[in-house]
């Protein structure tokens, strides 16, 4: 497979623009795009400030900074990015925003380009299938915050080839990150193993074996977890959990991954997490 030189990013939110900087940072070409250029400017914000923050503590030059920005390009039109030799989607997690946009890139981008994303939980398989490239489309799954962490789940569809596994294998890691091979199934590696222990700390909430205080210290002091399992959860947000746990439930239709009956109620009266000031804790945000 060709080298890959320009990504282009779908999504500018919390994931897309993380994808972007480690990208612009491997000196990777960039086009950054949403549905609306005030949602990419709020990503590119934020780009700006982690390279500012990196810039005062004296980890990279000024001129490094501006060349990193200038990497990146950005547009609301799908086709700036149809010569890039790889998409990383990004966006809102809803199997039909993914299709309708795998659909388009497939129409779009030039025939060898790679299509990947970054769904925390939706199936590689099903989205590769509205394509004409199945064996070009793969789950490539970085962990928030992306500046940050190292992982990066490459997830192999039922198709997908190994020529384009080992390249995205090799672009992961040319941005900095270490990537792990995992088969496409509900909930890959990461959220399959995480999400379980989240829920069954709720459950431990609901059924008051201990405060979420005590379960947490449990998990950190007994464990080792540098955070514990119901602040996680708050961080993650607490509908994202509960989307996931449906998809792990829908997914083997076993009940052991049956979501909590607290987790339910919390996401139905809008305690959310951190995002909306309150869930297992509260938050002056
Ligand atoms: N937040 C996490 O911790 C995390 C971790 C790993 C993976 N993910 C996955 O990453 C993806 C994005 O999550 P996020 O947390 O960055 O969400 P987010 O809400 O911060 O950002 C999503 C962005 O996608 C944009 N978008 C929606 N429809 C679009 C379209 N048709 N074309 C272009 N852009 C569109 C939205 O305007 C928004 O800016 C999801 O699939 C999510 O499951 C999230």
């Not at 490094?64 to 989607?89: F, K, N």
Request: charged share 25%; net charge negative; proline share 4%.
């Amino acid at each position: 497979m060709a080298e890959i030189r320009k990504v282009m990013v779908i999504g500018a939110g919390q994931m897309g623009s993380g994808i972007a900087q480690v990208a612009a940072e491997a000196g990777l070409q960039v086009v950054l795009n949403d549905i609306q250029d005030e949602f990419i400017q709020r990503g590119l914000a934020v780009i700006r400030k982690n390279l500012q923050r990196a810039v005062d503590k004296g980890r990279m030059g000024q001129e490094e900074m501006a060349a990193v920005l200038g990497r990146i390009e950005t547009s609301c039109q799908l086709d700036a990015g149809s010569d890039a030799d790889i998409a990383i989607e990004a966006a809102t997690e809803n199997m039909d925003i993914k299709l309708g946009i795998f659909r388009k890139l497939d129409e779009l981008m030039k025939g060898d380009a790679i299509l990947a994303s970054n769904t925390s939980s939706l199936p590689i398989t099903e989205i590769a299938a509205v394509t004409r490239r199945p064996e070009q489309v793969i789950g490539m799954h970085f962990m928030n915050p992306v500046p940050v962490m190292k992982l990066v789940e490459v997830i192999r569809g039922l198709a997908t080839s190994d020529a384009v596994y080992t390249a995205v294998h090799e672009l992961a890691e040319k941005m900095g990150k270490t990537a792990v091979e995992v088969n496409d199934f509900p909930g890959f590696v990461s959220n399959r193993v995480l999400l379980p222990m989240i829920n069954e700390a709720i459950y431990c909430v609901y059924e008051g074996v201990a405060t979420p205080e005590a379960i947490d210290e449990v998990m950190k002091l007994g464990m080792n977890h540098p955070m514990g399992p119901l602040t996680l959860a708050d961080f993650i947000g607490l509908d994202t959990c509960l989307a996931i746990m449906e998809v792990l439930y829908e997914g083997f239709r076993d009940s052991k991954y049956r979501p909590c009956p607290l987790l339910r109620k919390y996401v139905k009266a809008g305690w959310l997490g951190k995002k909306s000031g309150r869930g297992f804790y509260v938050y002056n945000n």
